[in-house]
């Protein structure tokens, strides 16, 4: 797992020479490295499915208290042989820069905690490498609304989140529920978006969600 020692991170990292140290409950020794503000921990043997998770959320607490500013720790998943090693550091890199970037992140977690925010993240970067794939329409109204400030994106943006529960969504921006009709009405109507379709609904929400990761 790894370790944010900016915030304390730790993950698995091979072709570095390793300190080696042996802790209570695993039955062999650990590995771990520092690279640059990432420490990374590889244990051999794991006899428990939850011990990384463990005493990555126990040593979290202790380094923390030390150090006077927050810890977070991403833990990958469990693999056999050296082969997995570059897998399970880019698995722990990966969390570790979701957890690091979002204001709500837990200080430990694992890929299986953050699903949503790693497939995310990751279209993320196909998007930015392939702008061909932008709605053309989504791409217009997040542009009329940093020029004209307008609030279609954050409205859209509410509404699907709502689960398209008008009264919820509009309580959440803080206007009438009508007020929210209107901008879904006018913002299909300048930006040719077919809310109606639910591919197209879709589409236009994951455009919106990465777009607020730029």
Request: hydrophobic content about 45%; aromatic content about 6%.
């Amino acid at each position: 797992y790894a370790w944010d020692l900016k915030s304390a991170e730790i993950s698995a990292q091979p072709g570095f020479p390793p300190q080696r140290t042996t802790t209570r409950g695993f039955g062999s020794d650990v590995s771990c490295v520092s690279i640059g503000r990432i420490t990374y921990v590889l244990f051999p043997t794991v006899r428990e499915a939850d011990a990384p998770r463990r005493l990555a959320q126990g040593a979290a607490v202790a380094i923390e208290a030390r150090l006077g500013h927050p810890v977070h720790a991403a833990v990958s998943s469990a693999k056999t042989g050296a082969q997995s090693l570059p897998a399970l550091r880019r698995e722990a890199d990966e969390v570790m820069e979701v957890l690091t970037t979002r204001d709500d992140s837990p200080a430990v977690a694992s890929v299986a905690d953050l699903q949503g925010a790693l497939l995310l993240r990751r279209l993320g970067a196909q998007f930015r490498n392939n702008p061909q794939w932008r709605q053309p329409g989504v791409t217009a109204l997040l542009e009329h609304d940093a020029v004209k400030g307008t609030d279609y994106g954050v409205s859209l943006s509410t509404y699907f989140a709502a689960m398209g529960d008008i009264t919820a969504a509009a309580a959440a921006l803080n206007v009438h529920p009508n007020t929210l009709r209107y901008r879904i009405r006018r913002a299909q109507s300048l930006f040719d978006l077919h809310l109606d379709d639910a591919d197209d609904r879709l589409a236009v929400w994951l455009q919106l969600r990465l777009a607020g990761q730029d």
